[in-house]
Nanobody
């Protein structure tokens, strides 16, 4: 069982930066792929980024590649999402997730077993 708590959301102007953190508690945190998803009002939840168990592989949605960076610290049970050059279309509730997606399924939300409660990110134009 893994319990996830996100923090770091807020209001920022376009072009600004935010850093989201996800603190995990429970056993075997380092056994899970960690990911961030987001859900804008009236839209489905979308994949943002994922990082492998060791941290050696990172995956990004095309819409955030080059602007966002995911990282993890297994000794601290944390995963972070550094978001730079934010755009109004990045406005959403951001969720941290943990799971064991096989192969290329890292962007599939149904492959993740544990979810945080979400943190709001609002980017003003």
């Amino acid at each position: 069982q893994v319990h996830l708590v996100e923090s770091g959301g807020g209001l920022v102007q376009a072009g600004g930066s935010l850093r989201l953190s996800c603190a995990a508690s429970g056993v075997a945190y380092s056994s899970y792929t960690m990911a961030w998803f987001r859900q804008a009002p009236g839209k489905e939840r979308d994949f943002v980024a994922a990082i492998s168990r060791s941290g050696g592989h990172e995956y990004y949605a095309d819409s955030v590649r080059g602007r966002f960076t995911i990282s993890r610290a297994n000794d601290k049970n944390t995963v972070t999402l550094q978001m730079n050059s934010l755009k109004p279309e990045d406005t959403a509730v951001y969720y941290c997730a943990a799971g064991e997606p096989p192969g290329s399924f890292y962007s599939s939300e149904d492959r993740y077993n544990y979810w945080g409660q979400g943190t709001q990110v609002t980017v003003s134009s």
